[in-house]
């Protein structure tokens, strides 16, 4: 049986590279580990890949602060060469917080998600009250239409959401995500009253905290 090591890398995203796809995010570390110089574990078969995850995608303009990404080597690497070696290929925006060796054969499995949302602009500020998140929370359910394979589908962000509060200016929601699915910062924001063009342009978005099962 081949040896392999997992590591589960918490890493910050911030400046231009948070305007980078998902896809392109994971071009991004592909090329990073690859020219670490580590050795990196492949799959098998004809069409041989790295073996990288990233349990929850971060969306175009969103920053981060603890974002998680996994991979793994076919050799024992201590984490501190790993992070010696890898931490220079990283481009300008990205930076590693913390590494673990993940111990067993599952992959991380994100049970909540916290956000800092903040408003660019005085007039948003202002309708962001404790009587429009009291209402939002009062209530049992909340639809929101979402696109999917050309199609408008109906979903209740209601179950999803677990928290929303006020903090230094910005609102911080805490949400729930599960195999059934979640919600988003922006349509928590629509349940607030905002309309999409608003919420678009309107506010900053930074992933605070992902939070796996088990921790």
């Known amino acids: 049986m081949m040896f ?65 990404m996994e991979f793994e ?6 984490l501190g060469e790993v992070r010696q070696k890898l931490e220079p290929q990283l481009p300008a925006g990205l930076e590693a917080v913390s590494m673990v060796l993940v111990r067993g054969s599952e992959t991380a499995q994100v049970v909540e998600a916290e956000y800092r949302v903040t408003p660019l602009a005085p007039q948003m500020d202002q309708r962001l009250t404790a009587e429009a998140i009291e ?37 911080m929601i805490r949400l729930a995500v599960s195999p059934a699915g979640t919600t988003r910062p922006e349509e928590v924001l629509a349940g607030l009253g905002f309309d999409p063009e608003e919420i678009s342009v309107g506010f900053r978005v930074v992933r605070t905290r992902v939070k796996l099962k088990g921790e």
């Open 4 to 68: 392999r090591e997992r590591i589960r890398l918490r890493f910050l995203r911030k400046g231009d590279v948070r305007f980078l796809s998902h896809h392109d995010l994971m071009r991004t570390f592909e090329r990073a580990v690859r020219r670490s110089g580590l050795p990196l574990h492949f799959t098998s078969g004809f069409n041989r890949h790295l073996r990288l995850s990233f349990p929850l995608p971060l969306a175009v303009g969103w920053e981060a602060q603890e974002e998680v």
């Open 73 to 78: 080597l076919e050799q024992w690497v201590t």
């Open 135 to 171: 209402e939002f929370l009062r209530r049992g359910s909340f639809e929101v239409q979402r696109l999917r394979k050309n199609r408008l589908k109906t979903a209740d962000i209601r179950p999803f959401v677990r928290e929303i509060r006020p903090a230094d200016g910005s609102l």
